[in-house]
């Protein structure tokens, strides 16, 4: 993807460098233990996928990265500096993006609105209003979903109009396009079909080629599995380890993230199916 | 479209082509897709209708249309602020009230404590100002829906309205102020009117009719006119051109999701219940100062009215779409049909059958282009 002519885009990390570097993170939430010190490193150009059962505390872990909790204890560090966030947009000045499975994209604005809802690029101000340079936006928009390899036929269609995995996509792309070197990606490909779960991976796996950090959670082992350079699985609010792809199956991978033994079994019952 | 490959390399550079499968859609399809579309439909029914059946009766002379331009300017005022908030994803019940309160706000310290006109008129706009602003803060802090919310503050203004009345003048229409104003300017800037040469001119060429005593029987376009297309403009200008107006449309659409990217969607909503509050009071200095009084029931329903026009003109009630030229279609509809109704010859009872119909009638038809924009299955 060639960086467009409006926005210095990051510089893009050198790869293996540590993006994202948090240890013995710790989130209570009254007398609720939700994170009970979970480490995690990021490097450029990895895919890193963050596996759990629900209640294992991805989201909790993903909300802090993001800057939308502030953790109760532990480190965090975004390359190699110590931070601590108020607010997402803090997160998102540093260049950690996160994009929701659901809460993405609104389906009634045009795909041009949605890609720089809250950016709009200006053209001239009046008082407290800018105006909003809508041809450049929907010159930059096209040509965004064009390189994601989305036709679209007007930058001005509701986003309504899109697939489940385009959005996706579109969501992804906006956040790339503004600077973002670690994307957090909550289930991009839970609600999808197929052919359009293979449309996602694609494009992550092409961003990280880009030298960008991806934290990719989910519960589909195999999705994970296809993409992820490394697994960090979350059971109970803490971490049962890093693996390398090398250093692990899938197989194993699945039977970790259901907390081993009950699995197992109902596997054995089922016939491996599972 | 996961077969597609994400590289061309014949591609042309993006500034010199205009997409070839645009021709697919028609400007049908494209016109199909407008919010105001609807309502727009609705204007020509209407005039069709009244043009037939009362194009003779002086409807659609001089002083006819003036009559309902200034029906409709008046809902119009209040439908922009209501139907921005809805796209905005909140209703104000409160508006009818505030246009009551408002008036007191400018006639009891006018008339009672002897403020100048002029100090007693920015009180009033202070003060409602001040109340959408709580109207707001309650609704996002709470995160109540603005319905229940505003609902309250009908009741309360409303109240409010009548006890303060009672409480300093002793009745429930506070008079007087016409006499206090003088020839204040504000006295021109809600109840005068602009352009009254080109009326004289007009009557001058036998282009309208006269009154016995040789003047136009109409002698300039009401100040209610202006404030309604002048707001309009301004209205329409920010939701379609600006960066709020992306934010109000994003915090209509899903309010999660603009929280995400960074839209101040509190502010949005805080400031959108005061832009309706502002125009209930704009309505509320027009009546006051065509009157001369104040009236603790005036504006009563209006709330409901500015809803109804701003969802004939395409608005969701759901939040995040809609427009400002459709709600001016809206409340167009409304003017027309309610004084068209008295030269027709119709019962008046009729007009609320006719709007109650409308209204379900551009419901249904909201919820087909919704499904048709958005593509929904």
Redesign the interface.
């Known amino acids: 993807m060639t960086a467009t002519d409006i926005r210095p885009i990051a510089p893009t990390p050198q790869p293996g460098r540590a993006l994202i570097e948090v240890h013995n993170l710790v989130k209570h939430f009254g007398p609720v233990i939700a994170l009970a010190g979970v480490s995690l490193t990021l490097h450029a150009g990895e895919v890193h996928c963050l596996l759990g059962d629900n209640g294992a505390g991805k989201s909790t872990l993903i909300k802090t990265l993001s800057g939308v909790f502030r953790p109760t204890n532990g480190d965090f560090m975004v390359e190699g500096e110590q931070v601590s966030f108020g607010s ?2 803090d997160a ?1 000045d540093r260049g950690i993006a ?1 994009v ?1 499975q659901d ?7 045009s795909i041009t ?1 949605n890609f ?5 690029p ?1 053209k001239w101000r009046v008082g ?5 340079d ?1 041809e450049h936006a929907d ?1 930059i928009a ?2 965004e979903m ?9 930058p001005q269609q ?1 986003v ?2 899109l ?1 489940g ?2 959005r996706q996509c579109v969501a992804i792309a ?1 956040a790339v396009h503004f600077g973002a070197k670690v994307l957090i990606l909550d289930e991009p490909t839970s609600a999808l079909g197929v ?2 779960t ?2 996602v991976l ?2 992550v796996r ?1 961003l990280r080629q880009k030298g960008l950090g991806i934290i990719f959670i989910t519960h589909n082992v195999r999705h994970a599995y296809a993409v992820g350079d490394r697994f960090t699985i979350l059971n109970r609010g803490k971490t049962l380890g890093t693996f390398k792809k090398s250093e692990i199956t899938l197989d194993r991978l699945q039977i970790m993230m259901a907390g081993d033994k009950e699995l197992q079994q109902l596997d054995e019952e089922l016939g491996g199916t599972v | ?7 061309t390399p014949d ?1 042309k550079p ?2 010199t082509i205009g ?1 070839e ?2 021709a ?2 028609s400007p049908i399809q494209r016109l199909m ?1 407008r919010p105001a579309l609807g309502a727009f439909a609705g204007v020509v029914l209407v005039f069709a209708f009244f043009g037939a059946t009362a194009g003779n009766t002086g409807m659609f002379a001089a002083d006819g249309m003036m009559s309902w331009a200034t029906v409709s300017a008046q809902l119009m005022i209040v439908a922009i602020g209501a139907a921005l908030l809805m796209i905005g994803g909140e209703f104000d019940l409160s508006v009818g009230s505030m246009i009551g309160f408002a008036g007191m706000m400018m006639a009891l310290p006018t008339v009672y404590f002897g403020w100048p006109v002029e100090l007693s008129v920015l009180f009033a706009f202070a003060g409602a100002l001040g109340i959408g602003f709580l109207n707001g803060l309650i609704t996002v802090r709470t995160g109540l829906p603005s319905f229940i919310v505003t609902l309250a503050s009908l009741y309360i203004l409303r109240g409010l309205t009548i006890a303060l009345s009672v409480l300093f003048s002793n009745r429930t229409i506070v008079s007087g102020v016409k006499e206090a104003a003088g020839d204040s300017f504000v006295t021109w800037l809600f109840a005068g009117t602009v352009g009254n040469s080109f009326f004289v001119w007009l009557a001058g060429n036998n282009l309208i009719d006269r009154l016995p005593n040789g003047e136009p029987i109409v002698n300039g376009i009401p100040m209610v006119i202006v404030w309604a297309l002048a707001l309009a403009i301004a209205a329409h200008i ?1 939701l379609t ?7 109000i ?2 915090a209509g ?2 309010a ?8 101040p969607v509190n502010r949005v909503k805080i400031s959108l219940f005061m832009f309706t509050a502002f125009c209930a009071t704009v309505y509320a200095a027009c009546q006051v100062f065509e009157f001369g009084s104040a009236a603790s029931d005036r504006g009563l329903l209006k709330e409901f009215e500015a809803i109804i026009a701003a969802v004939i003109g395409g608005c ?1 009630l759901t939040g ?2 809609g427009s400002i030229i459709g709600a001016m279609f809206g409340a167009l509809i409304f003017g027309v049909v309610q004084q068209g109704i008295l030269y027709t010859g119709v019962p008046n009872d009729w007009f609320r059958v006719f709007l109650g119909t409308m209204l379900l009638v551009a419901v249904l038809f909201n919820n087909m282009i ?1 499904r048709r ?4 299955r």
């Open positions: 997402p947009r998102l996160t929701y809460l993405a994209m609104i389906p009634l604005l609105r720089f809802l809250g950016r709009e200006v407290p209003f800018s105006f909003i809508m010159q096209r040509e064009r390189q994601i390899g989305i036709n679209v036929r007007d509701h309504g109009t697939s995995g385009e906006r052919a359009q293979s449309m694609k494009y092409q | 479209m996961a077969e597609q490959s994400t590289a591609r993006a500034a997409d499968r645009l697919h859609q897709a920010i051109k600006t960066r709020v107006g992306n934010w449309f994003g659409g899903d999660n999701a603009a929280r995400n990217v960074g839209v969701l995040g779409y919704r924009v958005t593509a929904e």
